[in-house]
């Protein structure tokens, strides 16, 4: 392919929306949640609509670059080295449409969750969102997506009834269950790795009211919430999900007094339906216990997620099943005495339908674990970024012995191998519709195929 200098091919794309080096936008445009993160990409585009996307494409190939799609930059660190990658920013593309008879959204593919939620509470439904608000849809939802209604109605992934996307030789091509059903399976849970994706068709549920909230102890009672947690959510019935977290919270004037500066222990959740399954939570006797019926839209702030960028690192495993020895690992190594910096350290309930294969489900079918850990947080230097990374390795090291293969991709913050993730026929067949759809691998994906 002969070279040519991108700049001028590139820069009049979009209308002009288009930042390069050395512009004086580049350097906020190439920034996204995580300021951890030093992506310095080719250029970054901003399209308003597929035929833009397309132009993109189609440029971008000609200067012999690739492109990746990034809405909100939540999971660019596995993305890699970007500088022969043009970034599709999908920012100017946020439009949401509810159809609340069919219970059906179309989002464009640059919505955040909070567009979706406020579109969809006025008609008393609900999206299969996840904790973050400010998370977008669709790296949400191809990468799995799961959130506070996850044991009963499964990954969003899967709730995902229609897919727009340019493909790499710029072809707009709409999927779904009657068009190129193949493609439309590989893309839920395949992740980015097929095209641009424009726009997203999925299902509501009727929800206007929940029960939702938080219980909280000190972190010296760690050992014994841990163990009594773990035990009622592997059987704790499909209504109702949780997470529980250890966490180590900073000084901060923001945050509420019964917080500041604590390390706890958290479990927060989601019941619909008989609230009386939290009793051998409640038995337990919190410090503190809001759970209570919310309206519906309060889940997208039940966690409390950091909505405005920050520098971050993170890191996750598959936990098979959390024995008295595995808990003992991890609160020698993420609770009280352990010298931990981390954050928060997460185990998200997983079971119910998560575990169960939904009909016509896509790449992603579910999750196969008991527990997905999630943990991290905030890095100021190189210093606390190396302390933070040697103490998760240590930590995925002790519970090893309990993990299961694979990754939940969504939370996977280094750069994995994705084969881990899919059965041996899921693998061959993801790959073949990757050779089929991009033979020439133009599109880059923050885990690659
Ligand atoms: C604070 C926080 C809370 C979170 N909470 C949850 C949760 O509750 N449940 C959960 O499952 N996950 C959660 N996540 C993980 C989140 O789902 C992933 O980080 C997801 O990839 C973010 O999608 P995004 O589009 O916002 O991010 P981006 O970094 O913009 O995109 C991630 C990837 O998605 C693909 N992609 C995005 N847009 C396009 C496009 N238009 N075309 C093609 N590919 C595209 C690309 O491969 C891209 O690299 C959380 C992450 C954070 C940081």
Same mark, same amino acid.
């Given at each position: ?40 990409? %080719? ?33 660019? %660190? ?25 219970? $059906? %959204? ?170 009386? /399954? ?15 019926? /919310? ?31 595995? $808990? ?122």
């Amino acid at each position: 392919m002969t070279m040519i200098d991108p700049v001028p091919a590139l820069r009049d794309l979009c209308g002009g929306a288009v930042a390069l080096p050395g512009d004086d936008g580049y350097d906020a445009a190439r920034s996204g949640f995580n300021l951890a993160l030093d992506q310095r990409p %080719a250029a970054v585009a901003y399209p308003a609509d597929a035929a833009e996307v397309a132009e993109v494409i189609h440029a971008a190939k000609a200067a012999g670059l690739r492109v990746a799609g990034q809405a909100t930059g939540h999971n660019a %660190a596995p993305l890699g080295d970007v500088s022969g990658t043009v970034l599709v920013k999908t920012s100017g593309m946020r439009r949401v449409e509810i159809d609340p008879a069919a219970r $059906i %959204a179309r989002t464009e593919a640059g919505a955040l969750w909070e567009d979706v939620i406020d579109a969809a509470a006025p008609h008393g439904l609900i999206a299969l969102h996840g904790s973050s608000p400010t998370v977008g849809v669709t790296g949400y939802s191809l990468g799995g997506g799961m959130g506070w209604l996850a044991r009963s109605h499964g990954l969003q992934a899967n709730s995902v009834t229609a897919i727009e996307l340019v493909t790499a030789d710029g072809q707009q091509v709409r999927t779904d269950a009657q068009h190129d059903p193949e493609l439309f399976w590989a893309l839920r849970g395949g992740g980015g790795n097929f095209g641009i994706v424009t726009a997203l068709e999925f299902r509501l549920f009727p929800l206007r009211e929940i029960c939702a909230g938080f219980m909280l102890w000190d972190w010296t009672e760690a050992g014994r919430i841990v163990t009594a947690w773990s035990e009622w959510a592997k059987d704790a019935p499909d209504h109702v999900t949780t997470s529980l977290r250890i966490m180590q919270l900073p000084p901060l004037e923001e945050l509420p007094e019964f917080l500041r500066g604590r390390r706890i222990v958290m479990i927060d959740g989601a019941v619909q339906g008989d609230p009386a /399954v939290l009793d051998p939570l409640r038995a337990l006797a919190p410090e503190l216990d809001t759970f209570g019926t /919310v309206p519906a839209p309060a889940l997208a702030r039940l966690h409390q997620d950091p909505e405005d960028p920050m520098p971050v690192m993170a890191d996750t495993a598959l936990i098979a099943t959390l024995p008295a020895e595995a $808990i003992a690992e991890l609160i020698d190594l993420a609770g009280p005495g352990s010298g931990s910096s981390l954050d928060a350290v997460e185990l998200r309930q997983c079971g119910g339908a998560l575990r169960r294969a939904t009909p016509g489900h896509g790449a992603a079918a579910g999750v196969n674990a008991d527990f997905v850990l999630f943990m991290g947080g905030l890095v100021l230097s190189h210093e606390m970024a190396a302390e933070k990374k040697g103490r998760m390795l240590e930590i995925k090291a002790a519970l090893a012995p309990w993990t299961n293969a694979g990754h939940y991709l969504n939370f996977a913050e280094d750069q994995v191998d994705m084969s881990e993730t899919f059965s041996t026929d899921a693998w061959a067949r993801l790959c073949d519709v990757k050779d089929r759809v991009d033979p020439e691998n133009v599109i880059h994906a923050n885990h690659a195929i």
